[in-house]
């Protein structure tokens, strides 16, 4: 009874976590609120979190209206091989990482991308996409 519970818990976890994917998607195709919220948040640069499925529907969401300098993905690709997207390692980052904000899309590692971040990032500079779709920075 144990392992069914463990494998039920399991399975919420993961439909949370699609769930919580596809609203997002759904969230960034607003893009007057999504261009507001970058407006208003006074956001000129930022660098992007994530080479997904999210990273990339952000890049495309927004690259017209605020300067998109990369997106930082851990293995330094994207999901999807697209040639006129920037991509680099979370390690070049480090070395050209200038006080910009990073939009951390991922939301399955999310804790854990954080801190790894916020070891050389200020943590007013760290944004969770949920946060910026939902325009609360």
């Known amino acids: 009874m144990k392992e069914m519970d463990e494998i039920l818990e399991l ?8 769930a919580a994917g596809y609203e997002m998607m759904g969230r ?3 893009q007057t609120s999504l261009q507001l919220t970058i407006k208003q948040a006074g956001i000129s640069q930022i660098y992007i979190y994530g080479g997904g499925y999210l990273g990339i529907q952000l890049y495309k969401a927004v690259n ?3 300067n998109v300098l990369s ?6 690709k994207l999901l999807i091989d697209i040639p006129d997207i920037p991509v680099i390692s979370l390690d070049k980052l480090k070395n ?7 939009v ?7 804790r854990e991308i954080y801190q790894e971040l916020s070891k ?18």
Do not use: S
């Not at 399975?11 to 699609?18: F, G, K, L, R, S």
């Not at 997106?71 to 330094?76: P, S």
């Not at 050389?120 to 920075?137: A, C, T």
């Open 11 to 18: 399975c919420v976890y993961q439909m949370e976590i699609a």
């Open 28 to 30: 960034m195709l607003d």
């Open 64 to 66: 017209q209206f605020v």
């Open 71 to 76: 997106i930082v993905d851990q293995k330094g």
């Open 96 to 102: 050209v990482y200038n006080g910009q904000k990073v």
């Open 104 to 110: 951390i899309t991922p939301h399955k590692f999310y």
């Open 120 to 137: 050389f990032i200020e943590k007013d500079q760290l944004v969770y996409l949920g946060e910026l779709l939902g325009g609360k920075l």
